[in-house]
């Protein structure tokens, strides 16, 4: 309960100095998520959920697992918003609990798609595609293969830095990692992630 | 297409790919508050169902520990979580007895010391005027509390052999606290313990058995001499004064029951010593 005492008076110390009242309503919704009201969750869950369902996306490669681990991180929640210090937007601490239960979820979706290309057939698609969206798909494809081949840390610095448009500061602020150690998950993820596509035939 | 062009061209993909829109979004959402839900419920119920369970097991052992009943309360534990994982090694068995011992499933006196020391029951027993106010001194109705040790020491002979070897080798703080005390357990697996119970367990199934106090007193003092300071001495003198009374030497009772009501063995017997000197007088 300190730290949703914490939250509070960090919010409303921001409000005197002239942040606009949508934080101090952020604050309560956080205040009240740590005391464990359940409207609150859902409330969160309506305000964050596409972006973390996107994020998981990105991360993944995979809608249904994504909306898996948007499910863990929601159920999650209660537990780990503990943890929140209101240092941080709640969307990038979602963010980050879903970068730390990925693990898996990536493992899965991985699995997925390399079973999916040894059986041969593509994965039914929620759209039908004309030339350019086969173009899409085959490239989306190739695309998740060559994240696969990169460890967690550098997909997720990918994801955050280049997909997500996220500043190295904001990812590691996302991570909890220093944002040197980020640039180099990030230069290394382009350097791997570039050559995998070029040996996926992509130029 | 540039090499740059590739990763933007790769992120651009992924960003349209997943824009995080879904038809099933309300679908997660139940399936979270529902989770929501049921983790608050189980919560609720391990409160509701552990702490009582916690505070019964945290009062019941205070109690077992105060009331010197804790041996017995561990062994049941014991025997309930299955913790007899070792077969503790036999006991030898004893020498032969002047007669066929009964097989009995409790060998250990459960009933009051006095009744088997009424008039009918001796072997040679006192003249009626001593033996009368023997038999039943009105505070001997209840039961003698049988030490732990040799409770213990009963329930080991049972069928169930198998007591953990770590279940607690000292008898809980009873009041007794003379130094010969029975306060362990009588069955640890060491060679002389297996045959000081042996040799104690000879005469106790003697006296028990009640109705050769002579061969119980001979047992006993085998015992005492062989085990001066055995676990079992002052339940061995205690119940040599009973046998000694039933074949009608009631000066050696006297002299064996003086130190139990004079407290020398704390509170263990006291009561009961106490009533037997008095009728003896």
Known sequence: ?203 | MTKSDILEQAARALREAHTGEREGSGFTRARIMVALHRDRRRRVLRWVVLSPMASLLLVGSAWAQSTGQWPVVWKAVASVLAFTGVERPKPPEPGPTPRALPQRSMPVPQAPEAPSVAPGEPESPPDESEAAPIAAPPELTPAPQTPPSVRRSARARRSTRSVAPSAPTSAPTSKVEAPATPATLPDRPESKPDAELASFRLAHDLHVAGRQPRAAIAAYDDYLAAFPNGRFVPEARYNRALDSIKVGDKAAARTALEPFARGAYGDYRRKEARDLLEALH
Request: aromatic residues 4%.
């Open chain 1, 1 to 203: 309960m300190m730290g949703a005492f914490n939250t509070t008076m960090r919010a409303l110390s921001f409000n005197s100095g002239g942040v606009p009242p949508a934080d101090v309503g952020m604050a309560q919704l956080v205040t009240r998520l740590q005391k464990g009201e359940a409207q609150a969750l859902g409330e969160v869950y309506d305000l964050h959920h596409e972006a973390v369902r996107a994020f998981a996306g990105r991360l993944v490669g995979d809608p249904s697992i994504a909306e898996d681990l948007l499910h863990e991180v929601f159920v999650a929640l209660p537990r780990t918003i503990r943890r929140f210090q209101g240092n941080s937007s709640l969307r990038s601490f979602l963010t980050g609990v879903a970068i730390n239960h990925a693990r898996h979820h990536v493992r899965s979706a991985s699995r997925r798609r390399a079973a999916v290309q040894r059986m041969g057939r593509e994965p039914e698609r929620e759209t039908e595609s004309p030339e350019a969206s086969l173009q899409r798909t085959t490239f989306l494809q190739a695309l998740n293969r060559a994240l696969d081949r990169l460890p967690l840390d550098q997909r997720v610095a990918f994801v955050l830095c280049d997909v997500e448009e996220h500043s190295s500061a904001e990812a590691a602020e996302i991570t909890g990692a220093p944002e040197g150690t980020m640039r180099t998950r990030l230069f290394h993820a382009r350097k791997k992630l570039r050559a995998a596509l070029e040996q996926e035939g992509i130029r």
